[in-house]
C-alpha cells in the first residue's frame, strides 16, 4: 500500500517574488542615498524643496544633511526592512510608495516652516509601522512585541517633540530641524499599508 501526500502552500510563489523585488528595492535605496551624499550637488538637486519638483516628493528621502544623519537613517532602514521583509513582504514596496509620497505632503500642506526636507528617517519610521501590522498578524506572542514597538515609537516621538531634540542623530552638530510630523505620518503610512486587506483576494491557506 502506498501513500502519497501531496501539500501546496498557495501564494507562496508570490511571497517570493515579493521578497526578492523588496531586497532589491531596499539595496537600490541605501545605494541611492550614499552616491546622494557622495556627491553633494546631487542632494542639493533631488531634496524635496517647497516649490520645486513633483520628483523630489520621492528623491528627498534619498538626500541628508550629513555622514551622521545618513549612517543613523541607513542602520535603521537596513534593520527595519528586513525584519518588515521578513513578516510582511507582499506590502514592502506599498509602503515605500504611500510613505514616500505621503511624508512631504504633509510637510508641504501642514509645515510652513519647512523649506526643504532630507532624510530617510520618515520612511524608517513607516517600516517600523509595517513591522508591528506584520507582527500584529501573527498573533500570540508575536502581538506583546508588537505593543512594545509600539509603545517605543510614540515615546519617542512625545521625547522629540517635548525637546526638539533627536535620540539618535547627533542634532548639536547639524544644521537641520527635526520634522517629527515626518515621522508621525510616515508611520500611519506604514501601518495603514500593513493592516488594511488586500482588495480582490481571498486569504492564503495551506491545502494538504
Known amino acids: 500500500m502506498q501513500l502519497n501526500i501531496t501539500i501546496e502552500i498557495q501564494g507562496f510563489g508570490p511571497v517570493v517574488r515579493s521578497c526578492n523585488a523588496s531586497m532589491a528595492t531596499a539595496a537600490g535605496v541605501a ?4 552616491l546622494f551624499q557622495l556627491i553633494p550637488s ?3 538637486i533631488f531634496q524635496w524643496q517647497r516649490g520645486g519638483s513633483l520628483l523630489t516628493y520621492l528623491t528627498g528621502h534619498l538626500t541628508h544633511w550629513s555622514w551622521n544623519h545618513l549612517i543613523w537613517d541607513l542602520a535603521a532602514f537596513a534593520t527595519l526592512s528586513f525584519a518588515a521583509i521578513r ?9 515605500l510608495l504611500v510613505a514616500g509620497i505621503v511624508i512631504p505632503l504633509e510637510i508641504a500642506l501642514n ?11 520618515g520612511i524608517d519610521s513607516a517600516l517600523l509601522g509595517l513591522m508591528i501590522a506584520g507582527l500584529w498578524k501573527l498573533r500570540q506572542t508575536s502581538r506583546f512585541i508588537a505593543a512594545i ?6 515615546s519617542k516621538t512625545i521625547y522629540e517633540l517635548t525637546t526638539g531634540d533627536t535620540i539618535f542623530v547627533e542634532q548639536a552638530q547639524q544644521a537641520f530641524t527635526p520634522a517629527t510630523s515626518a515621522h508621525i505620518s510616515g508611520f500611519l503610512a506604514g501601518l495603514a499599508s ?8 481571498s486569504p492564503q491557506t495551506d491545502a494538504v
Open 149 to 154: 514597538a509600539l509603545i517605543a515609537f510614540v
Open 194 to 201: 500593513g493592516l488594511i486587506p488586500a482588495l480582490g483576494r
Open 87 to 95: 513578516l510582511i513582504p507582499q506590502r514592502f514596496l506599498l509602503c
Open 111 to 121: 509645515q510652513p516652516q519647512f523649506e526643504t526636507y532630507r532624510g530617510l528617517s
Open 42 to 44: 546631487l542632494g542639493e
Open 31 to 34: 545605494l541611492l542615498a550614499i
